[in-house]
């Protein structure tokens, strides 16, 4: 205990300086934007590569797993494609000349977590490879989240199992809309709020997003109804979503990119400017 006292007492002037150089360095990122941003963005940078160590060791155990999950979506892309061909007026369509406004990146998780009540993942993707902020995030199986933090090589995804996650989704059998959102209780169940008593409701329909932001395009698959409660109001249904993702489990994801994103946020912005 003398020893050390006598070590604090020996370096005071310097553990001063120490603690007021902590304190002003915290200080200045908090009170400065560009500061912060560039904290963030090193922050990324070195998480990221002791993630990605971490995942590629992990992942070398779990290759028959997600060969088996490729070979599902490769049969499911099949079957809507042939489906799209069947119910085309011009059989010889050539369908890999269709264009879309969506654009889609591959990447890798390489950190996730789902215990907490603002959870996140960390992909292998980043600026680099043209990822931004508000960029959607799925899987094979469906919803995962929206893209919040980007650096060179790495960025963090806000995933729906958060607080603050709040996604425009719909029933895909009657297209009442509704808000995806999280109680913190289950990382299998997530709720769907806002849907109208009007609506049809049948515990094991589809769950699906619903198109109305820039983010996701319609149609990617969320969840099932497990099961819905009427809220106190007597007009709004709450619902149980069981998710088609293992959110626990996650390996490879894509990034959807919307092309017009950016004119359509203008347009929008110059709207409420005009108010």
């Not at 006598?6 to 002037?13: E, G, H, L, P, V």
């Not at 560039?38 to 590569?49: I, P, Q, R, T, V």
């Not at 992990?58 to 042939?82: C, G, I, M, P, V």
């Not at 806000?158 to 509704?178: A, E, P």
Request: hydrophobic share 35%; aromatic share 12%; proline share 1%.
């Amino acid at each position: 205990m003398r020893q050390i006292l006598f070590f604090f007492i020996r370096n005071k002037n310097f553990l001063l300086f120490v603690f007021l150089f902590f304190i002003s360095f915290v200080l200045t990122i908090q009170s400065h934007s560009f500061h912060k941003n560039k904290f963030l963005n090193s922050a990324n940078y070195f998480s990221g590569e002791i993630y990605s160590i971490k995942s590629n060791i992990t992942s070398y155990f779990d290759l028959r797993r997600e060969n088996n999950l490729l070979l599902e979506e490769n049969a499911l892309l099949r079957k809507q494609l042939e489906s799209y061909r069947s119910s085309s007026v011009n059989k010889d369509i050539d369908t890999s000349a269709l264009s879309s406004k969506f654009q889609f990146v591959t990447a890798k998780v390489i950190n996730n977590s789902f215990y907490k009540s603002k959870n996140f993942l960390t992909i292998n993707k980043g600026s680099q490879k043209g990822i931004d902020i508000d960029m959607g995030v799925i899987s094979s199986k469906g919803l995962i989240g929206i893209i919040k933090n980007t650096s060179e090589n790495y960025a963090t995804v806000q995933s729906i199992l958060n607080t603050k996650s709040q996604i425009n989704t719909k029933l895909k059998n009657s297209n009442h809309f509704g808000s995806l959102v999280w109680n913190t209780k289950n990382p299998s169940v997530v709720q769907l709020i806002d849907i109208p008593r009007l609506a049809p409701i049948e515990i094991g329909d589809t769950i699906i997003t619903g198109g109305k932001s820039t983010i996701f395009p319609e149609g990617i698959l969320v969840g099932t109804i497990y099961d819905f409660n009427l809220n106190e109001d007597k007009n709004s249904y709450t619902l149980n979503i069981k998710l088609f993702n293992d959110m626990t489990n996650l390996e490879h994801v894509y990034i959807i990119g919307n092309k017009d994103a950016q004119e359509i946020k203008s347009l929008e912005k110059e709207q409420e400017d005009a108010k």
